[in-house]
């Protein structure tokens, strides 16, 4: 199969007919094999009911239902491991994303892309709680992960399939894959597209958010590092172990030395023990340092992520003639 394109929902009712009719009015006319994944993340209103029925008179529509809501990244890590194709385009399932552009994309992909990212331009969202933090986050991410994307919370992507397989999915981290799959030496690259504000119902995201993509920018940032240079950073995290351990062994024998103190031999346990912890530390780190050398991660492999952003004569273009 060419192609899957996973929508992840959650109390869409409105959203899922007009976002299947846009998917098939998009891939039709590209005349290749293609299927659809809808996932109900635990909606309680009929948007599985709708997205049932409409699975059950078109054989390229696969539906995932979750009996309780776990939140969009698990919805679409679902979505991406029953997908067959061997491209992968995820959307969300609000039609704020425009299926109109996926042929841009596979287009994008056939220039040899592993990654290509959608980027909302002109974004038609609320300027306070979504504009600012997004560009806010935006440069944060770019900075910590060295991989400058200009939207990483547009939905809108595609990937190849064996790209996916090696990417783990948890948290809010859809938004961080390009970066995560850096130590895989993707290449990555960013087209405009287009961005509708809201039609139906209300946004599930706010300022609340921000606090989630914060700790797992963090928890990335750490596991790139960590692939990377494994021995180098599982030192840094013994370091403060090992300035306990020294300081309490060197009181503990001072103690035990000159003072006779009866907390001596307590010292002297605990900074072993900080210092044993150190030693575990820097060991593992050379565990992992092999595994890096000799494993899947090789340094040759290790290609640089290339990002480009394309032209949008073609898309405006485009647009032009649907406006005529």
Known sequence: MDLSVVVPLYFEEDSVKPMYDAITQAIDPLKIEYEMVFVNDGS??????????????????????FRKNYGQTPAMAAGIDHAKGKIIVTMDGDLQNDPSDIPLFLEKMAEGYDIVVGWRHKRQDK???????????????????????KDNGCSLKAYKAEIMQNVPFYSEMHRFIPAMSSTAGTNVAEIKVKHHARQFGESKYGLSRIYKVLLDLITIKTLISFSYQPALWFTLLGIPALALGLIMTIYGLNSLLFDSN?????????????LCLFMFMFFWGMVGELIFKTGTFKPDVMARITLTTSNIENLESKDNKNDQ
Request: glycine share 6%; net charge positive.
């Open 262 to 274: 009866s907390s001596s031999m307590i010292m002297l346990g605990s900074g072993t023990m900080f």
């Open 127 to 149: 300027l306070v709680t979504r504009k600012i933090p997004s560009m806010i986050a935006n440069r944060l991410i770019g900075k910590v992960t060295g991989v400058p994307i």
């Open 44 to 65: 309680t209103d009929k948007t599985f009911s709708i997205a049932k029925q409409l699975a059950e008179d078109d054989p390229k529509l696969r539906v995932i239902n």
